[in-house]
Nanobody
Framework: VQLQASGGGLVQVGGSLRLSCAASGRTFSSHRMGWFRQAPGKEREFVAFIRWSSGTTGFADSVKGRFTISRDDTKNTVFLQMNNLKPDDTAVYYC????????????WGQGTEVTVSS
Protein backbone atom coordinates (compact mmCIF):
# COMPACT_ATOMS: atom_id res chain seq x y z
CA VAL A 1 0.00 0.00 0.00
CA GLN A 2 1.28 3.45 -0.91
CA LEU A 3 0.10 7.01 -0.47
CA GLN A 4 0.49 9.44 -3.35
CA ALA A 5 0.16 13.14 -2.59
CA SER A 6 -0.44 15.66 -5.34
CA GLY A 7 -1.86 19.09 -6.05
CA GLY A 8 0.87 21.35 -4.78
CA GLY A 9 2.13 24.34 -6.67
CA LEU A 10 2.77 28.06 -6.65
CA VAL A 11 -0.08 30.32 -5.62
CA GLN A 12 -0.43 33.96 -4.63
CA VAL A 13 -1.45 35.14 -1.19
CA GLY A 14 -5.17 34.69 -0.76
CA GLY A 15 -5.36 31.96 -3.35
CA SER A 16 -6.49 28.37 -3.03
CA LEU A 17 -5.16 24.91 -3.69
CA ARG A 18 -6.58 21.45 -3.25
CA LEU A 19 -4.22 18.67 -2.30
CA SER A 20 -5.06 15.04 -2.89
CA CYS A 21 -3.76 11.91 -1.22
CA ALA A 22 -4.59 8.69 -2.99
CA ALA A 23 -4.03 5.32 -1.39
CA SER A 24 -3.16 2.47 -3.70
CA GLY A 25 -3.49 -1.19 -2.93
CA ARG A 26 -6.53 -3.37 -2.51
CA THR A 27 -5.84 -4.00 1.18
CA PHE A 28 -5.79 -0.35 2.22
CA SER A 29 -7.62 0.48 5.42
CA SER A 30 -7.19 3.38 7.75
CA HIS A 31 -8.49 4.61 11.06
CA ARG A 32 -7.41 8.18 10.47
CA MET A 33 -5.73 10.14 7.71
CA GLY A 34 -3.66 13.19 8.43
CA TRP A 35 -1.96 16.03 6.64
CA PHE A 36 1.31 17.42 7.92
CA ARG A 37 3.68 20.04 6.58
CA GLN A 38 7.30 20.97 6.88
CA ALA A 39 8.52 24.44 6.07
CA PRO A 40 12.18 25.12 5.22
CA GLY A 41 14.27 25.05 8.37
CA LYS A 42 11.36 24.01 10.56
CA GLU A 43 10.09 20.78 12.04
CA ARG A 44 7.19 18.92 10.56
CA GLU A 45 3.86 19.99 12.03
CA PHE A 46 0.34 18.68 12.10
CA VAL A 47 -2.20 20.35 9.82
CA ALA A 48 -5.43 18.34 9.79
CA PHE A 49 -6.92 14.89 10.22
CA ILE A 50 -10.04 13.02 9.27
CA ARG A 51 -11.31 9.80 10.80
CA TRP A 52 -12.07 7.48 7.96
CA SER A 53 -15.24 5.85 9.31
CA SER A 54 -16.93 8.80 11.02
CA GLY A 55 -15.61 11.72 9.02
CA THR A 56 -14.65 13.54 12.20
CA THR A 57 -12.10 16.21 11.46
CA GLY A 58 -9.55 18.25 13.36
CA PHE A 59 -7.30 21.15 12.44
CA ALA A 60 -4.28 23.00 13.68
CA ASP A 61 -5.18 26.44 15.00
CA SER A 62 -3.11 28.07 12.28
CA VAL A 63 -5.36 26.72 9.52
CA LYS A 64 -8.79 26.64 11.18
CA GLY A 65 -11.38 28.41 9.11
CA ARG A 66 -9.19 28.32 6.00
CA PHE A 67 -8.54 24.62 5.37
CA THR A 68 -10.99 21.76 5.09
CA ILE A 69 -10.34 18.04 4.84
CA SER A 70 -12.56 15.48 3.18
CA ARG A 71 -12.45 11.96 1.82
CA ASP A 72 -13.77 9.92 -1.06
CA ASP A 73 -14.35 6.39 0.16
CA THR A 74 -14.82 5.03 -3.33
CA LYS A 75 -11.39 6.20 -4.41
CA ASN A 76 -9.49 5.84 -1.12
CA THR A 77 -8.55 9.48 -1.47
CA VAL A 78 -8.31 12.30 1.02
CA PHE A 79 -8.40 15.96 0.07
CA LEU A 80 -7.08 19.07 1.74
CA GLN A 81 -8.77 22.21 0.49
CA MET A 82 -6.66 25.23 1.32
CA ASN A 83 -8.20 28.67 1.00
CA ASN A 84 -6.96 32.16 1.79
CA LEU A 85 -3.39 30.93 1.66
CA LYS A 86 -0.68 32.87 3.43
CA PRO A 87 3.11 32.93 3.01
CA ASP A 88 3.40 30.95 6.27
CA ASP A 89 1.59 28.09 4.56
CA THR A 90 4.59 27.55 2.29
CA ALA A 91 5.85 24.04 2.99
CA VAL A 92 6.05 20.52 1.74
CA TYR A 93 2.78 18.84 2.61
CA TYR A 94 2.63 15.17 3.51
CA CYS A 95 -0.30 12.87 3.97
CA UNK A 96 -0.16 9.96 6.36
CA UNK A 97 -2.30 7.07 7.50
CA UNK A 98 -2.93 5.84 11.02
CA UNK A 99 -4.08 2.28 10.58
CA UNK A 100 -5.58 1.69 14.04
CA UNK A 101 -6.54 3.91 16.98
CA UNK A 102 -3.51 2.68 18.89
CA UNK A 103 -0.94 3.06 16.16
CA UNK A 104 0.93 6.11 15.03
CA UNK A 105 1.00 7.49 11.54
CA UNK A 106 2.87 4.61 9.99
CA UNK A 107 2.31 5.11 6.27
CA TRP A 108 3.47 8.34 4.64
CA GLY A 109 3.20 9.83 1.20
CA GLN A 110 6.09 11.44 -0.60
CA GLY A 111 5.05 15.07 -0.11
CA THR A 112 3.86 17.80 -2.39
CA GLU A 113 5.28 21.30 -2.33
CA VAL A 114 3.17 24.38 -1.77
CA THR A 115 4.61 27.84 -2.28
CA VAL A 116 2.60 30.94 -1.45
CA SER A 117 4.01 34.12 -2.91
CA SER A 118 3.32 37.59 -1.59
Amino acid sequence: VQLQASGGGLVQVGGSLRLSCAASGRTFSSHRMGWFRQAPGKEREFVAFIRWSSGTTGFADSVKGRFTISRDDTKNTVFLQMNNLKPDDTAVYYCASQRTPNSGYELWGQGTEVTVSS
